[in-house]
C-alpha cells in the first residue's frame, strides 16, 4: 500500500528532498495547486488538509485562512511539521489515519491536493466521511495529475529515484499515467471520468478544473 510507503520509507527528511527539485516545471505545477486554493478562500476559513505531510501546503496557505490543521499518517513527518509550522500560530498538524479521521470539529475546507486521493487510496466511503467533516456551504478540493503533465511527472520521479527516495523506475511496466518502481511502489492517477463518478456519488454540486496544464480539481460544494 502506497500509504504505508510514505509511512515507512518515504517520510520526514526524505519527504522534504522530494520538493527540494530543480525542475523548474515541478515547482511551477506545485506553485499553482497552492495559488488556485489561495483564489478560491477569504480569509474566514478553518481548513483541514489530509496528508499534510510536514507541513509544505499549511504553511504556504496559513496566512490567508482563519486556521489550517492537517493529519497525517506518520509520526516522523508530524514532529518535522511542527518544528517546521511552529512560527505560525494558527497552524498545527497531527497524527491521524486519513481512513480513519476521527477530529470532532467540522471545517469550512477540506484539501486533498498533490494526488493525495490516489497515493492514499481514498475509497468512495472515505469521500461520504471527508463530506461529513465541512460545514454547510463547505468545499472539498481533490486533486491529481492532468494528463497532459505526464512527461513532467516522470521527469519528477525519476529524479526522486536518482535521490534514493524512490526504487529505480520500472520503465517497461510505466506508462498511461500509471509510475512502477522496482521496489514495488505503484503511482497512480484519476481520470476525468473517475473524478465526475465520485462527483456525482457525493450526491452534492461539483466542479472539475484544470489547472496549468498540470493539475486535475475535483471541487464538491457541500450545499
Given at each position: ?111 486533498c491536493l498533490q ?68 521496489d514495488g511502489f ?38
Open positions: 500500500m502506497a500509504g504505508n510507503y510514505y509511512n515507512d520509507k518515504l517520510n520526514s527528511e526524505k519527504l522534504f528532498m522530494v520538493y527540494d527539485t530543480k525542475i523548474s516545471r515541478i515547482k511551477q505545477y506545485l506553485k499553482a495547486e497552492i495559488d488556485y486554493i489561495c483564489s478560491s478562500i477569504n480569509g474566514n476559513e478553518t481548513i483541514l488538509e489530509l496528508g499534510a505531510g510536514y507541513g509544505r501546503i499549511i504553511k504556504e496557505i496559513a496566512p490567508y485562512c482563519n486556521s489550517v490543521v492537517g493529519i497525517d499518517i506518520s509520526e516522523n513527518n508530524v514532529v518535522l511539521a511542527k518544528e517546521y509550522l511552529k512560527i505560525l500560530p494558527n497552524a498545527d498538524v497531527i497524527k491521524m489515519d486519513v481512513h480513519n479521521i476521527t477530529v470532532k470539529s467540522t471545517f469550512d475546507i477540506v484539501l494526488n493525495g486521493i490516489s497515493s492514499m487510496r481514498i475509497t468512495p466511503e472515505d469521500i461520504k466521511n471527508i463530506m461529513n467533516l465541512l460545514n454547510s456551504g463547505g468545499h472539498a478540493f481533490f486533486s491529481t495529475y492532468s494528463s497532459k503533465f505526464w512527461d513532467c511527472r516522470l521527469e519528477w520521479f525519476q529524479e526522486q529515484a536518482s535521490k534514493g527516495l524512490l526504487g529505480e523506475i520500472d520503465m517497461e511496466n510505466t506508462g498511461d499515467g500509471v509510475i512502477v518502481c522496482k505503484r503511482a497512480t492517477t484519476r481520470s476525468p471520468e473517475e473524478f465526475e463518478k465520485i462527483g456525482r456519488m457525493t450526491g452534492y454540486p461539483f466542479k472539475i478544473v484544470e489547472v496549468d496544464d498540470s493539475s486535475l480539481f475535483l471541487v464538491i460544494i457541500k450545499e
